[in-house]
């Protein structure tokens, strides 16, 4: 149980151009979800928390306007990186968070979409 | 400020134990955790503890936490080859936020 898919798991994009990734949990409702990003060797840094029906908050440091999510249902939430350049290239991991029960504050995380902008 | 460290790099030969070690800075985190990340995937929980729990066993998973010193470890007893991983811990910050160590590199060679 408590599986999250993200699509796609490899993109490639020219520059100026946008790309939107997917995250999806497949067994259970979350009304929150995590997006990360993750540099070569480096730790995950939280972008913005998702939760569905509202909008997503920010970490500082983050751009809203390049980074845009959605979540628009208890098992989907979306991120599009507007505009992308080189320097957007990471690995973007998200997590979602498990609406009710005894694991309520549980992050399971997706298996991360590679992002490449040339 | 919150701030999660741990060693970069552990080698460690197959069939001895590994202990990875964590030093965190908030002592109001209500849980730890910790994390496997294989080559080019996502993040796998291994196991967590509560911040009143000293010591919590799941199989071949051992953690330990003094929050004294606000130290965590793991230690994987009889280290496999298919442990060789990134293993990241994290303290709950808030009820949402994680805040994730800069990871440790495990290597386990035969």
């Known amino acids: 149980g408590a599986v999250v898919s993200q699509h796609p798991s490899w993109v490639i994009c020219k520059s100026g151009t946008s790309v939107k990734i997917e995250c999806r949990s497949l067994d259970f409702q979350a009304t929150t979800m995590f997006w990360y990003r993750q540099f070569p060797k480096q730790s995950l840094m939280l972008m913005a928390t998702s939760n569905e029906g509202s909008k997503a908050t920010y970490e500082q440091g983050v751009e809203k306007d390049k980074f845009l999510i959605n979540h628009a249902s208890l098992t989907l939430s979306t991120l599009t990186v507007t505009s992308a350049h080189p320097e957007d290239s990471s690995f973007y991991i998200c997590s979602a968070r498990v609406a009710s029960g005894a694991r309520v504050y549980e992050q399971y995380f997706g298996p991360g979409t590679r992002l490449t902008v040339t | 400020g919150e701030d999660v460290e741990q060693s970069l790099f552990l080698s460690v030969r197959e069939g001895d134990s590994s202990v990875i070690n964590c030093t965190y800075t908030?002592?109001?985190?209500?849980?730890l955790y910790w994390y496997k990340q294989e080559p080019g995937a996502g993040l796998q929980l291994l196991t967590y503890i509560f911040s009143n729990m000293d010591m919590k066993q799941d199989q071949r998973l051992t953690v330990l936490l003094n929050k004294k010193d606000k130290h965590l470890s793991l230690r994987i007893a009889d280290t496999q080859t298919g442990d060789s991983a990134i293993y990241f811990c994290?303290?709950?910050?808030?009820?949402?936020?994680?805040?994730f160590g800069t990871g440790t590199r495990l290597q386990v060679f035969p």
């Open positions: 994290a303290e709950r910050y808030s009820t949402d936020k994680l805040i």
């Open positions: 908030d002592s109001s985190s209500t849980y």
